[in-house]
């Protein structure tokens, strides 16, 4: 631009003699010329690749792969090797160079912003959910009760599931898991929760937890990682704190009445597959929450046989052959009368052991 305006400007050169010099044509030497801005800018180019559809989900494995201790991360090609599987016909070569560059801002990122904290809220298929408890009120055989709900969301394909119980313990903790990950169709590889008393028995320093011996069971039986917000970052996994606030809107204020709590927890169940069809996904408008779930539900890992999720206690039988739990008397057979039995307690019965055999089985009774 400078040698075309000194060439017409200070010279006195013609449209036509600079045009036949730069080899651009007189309209293009007269836009130049006529144009007020000496000091243009021009879009960066970007050259369409069949990358592009696949971008957002190596981003997110790469995402996922640093995270990983420098032994368990799968390389680049084998990323590739994924992203083949996926459709993606293209060489490794331009894979490789993404991966490059995306490290390289990534390094960059970290040197100009040490002191900040950044927690990515992207997630892999199958990489993980968020668990909360949240409190609403429901009508349940004509009396208003108060209920302590569980939430569940896929971090991915934000598909969640809600169940309702009356109290928050470690039998209706263990319960839930069991349902989310029946409707979920699978078990994503790590759960993210706060600092519950169910799970965590002392918050420590940093991310240090001593977990609760009963709740790293329900972990190692679906094998995924359990890990806990810092205390009062409920940002941290906030998909499902939103989850929480939102459904008293879609899903509690226009809640009908409910003869038992089964019939309740039912309801809900399919109020939320329905909600999975009708909303779309916040990032993918182009497609509902079901559909990203449909996509996300093989990238899952297998569920296992259901976790046999138990709170034990020790109860003495009374002479009258009865035992007494949250202030309500079971009955036991007459043979085990002033003897000491095991109490399992489930979310919703209690099964009443001694010499290793079940005796006794009996609906949970709630005081409310």
């Not at 790469?62 to 459709?87: A, P, T």
């Not at 309740?264 to 929450?289: D, F, G, M, Y």
Request: hydrophobic share 35%; aromatic share 12%.
């Amino acid at each position: 631009l400078s040698v075309i305006r000194r060439w017409h400007i200070r010279e006195g050169q013609s449209i036509r003699s600079i045009a036949r010099k730069t080899g651009l044509s007189r309209n293009t030497v007269r836009k130049y010329l006529n144009n007020r801005n000496l000091d243009p800018s021009y879009p960066a180019r970007k050259s369409p690749s069949k990358l592009d559809d696949y971008e957002k989900t190596l981003t997110c494995w790469l995402h996922r792969e640093v995270k990983k201790h420098r032994k368990q991360r799968k390389s680049v090609k084998q990323l590739y090797q994924d992203l083949v599987q996926l459709g993606y016909t293209v060489s490794y070569d331009r894979v490789a160079a993404f991966a490059r560059q995306w490290r390289q801002e990534q390094h960059e990122a970290k040197s100009t912003a040490a002191k900040r904290v950044y927690v990515p809220l992207t997630f892999a298929p199958g990489e993980a959910f968020q668990f909360d408890w949240g409190e609403d009120f429901a009508t349940i055989n004509g009396r208003k009760c108060c209920l302590q709900v569980a939430y569940f969301k896929l971090s991915n394909s934000r598909a969640f599931f809600l169940r309702a119980y009356y109290k928050q313990t470690h039998e209706m903790l263990f319960d839930a898991h069991n349902h989310a990950f029946r409707v979920f169709g699978g078990v994503p590889e790590r759960g993210i929760y706060d600092n519950m008393k169910t799970a965590v028995d002392k918050v420590r320093s940093g991310k240090q937890r001593d977990v609760n011996r009963r709740f790293q069971t329900l972990v190692s039986h679906y094998l995924f990682e359990a890990e806990f917000c810092n205390p009062a970052a409920g940002w941290e996994k906030g998909q499902v704190e939103k989850k929480v606030r939102d459904a008293r809107h879609q899903l509690w204020h226009t809640a009908p009445k409910f003869k038992t709590l089964e019939e309740l927890n039912a309801w809900l169940e399919r109020q939320c597959i329905e909600l999975w069809h009708r909303q779309k996904h916040p990032e993918q408008s182009n497609l509902t929450v079901a559909e990203c779930w449909r996509q996300e539900r093989p990238c899952l890992m297998p569920v296992p046989a259901p976790f046999d999720g138990y709170v034990e206690e020790t109860k003495r039988v009374s002479s009258t052959c009865l035992i007494t739990f949250e202030r309500n008397r079971y009955s036991v057979p007459a043979s085990f009368a002033n003897q000491h039995v095991s109490l399992h307690v489930y979310a919703a019965e209690i099964v009443i052991v001694a010499e290793g055999k079940e005796i006794a089985r009996h609906r949970r009774i709630f005081n409310r």
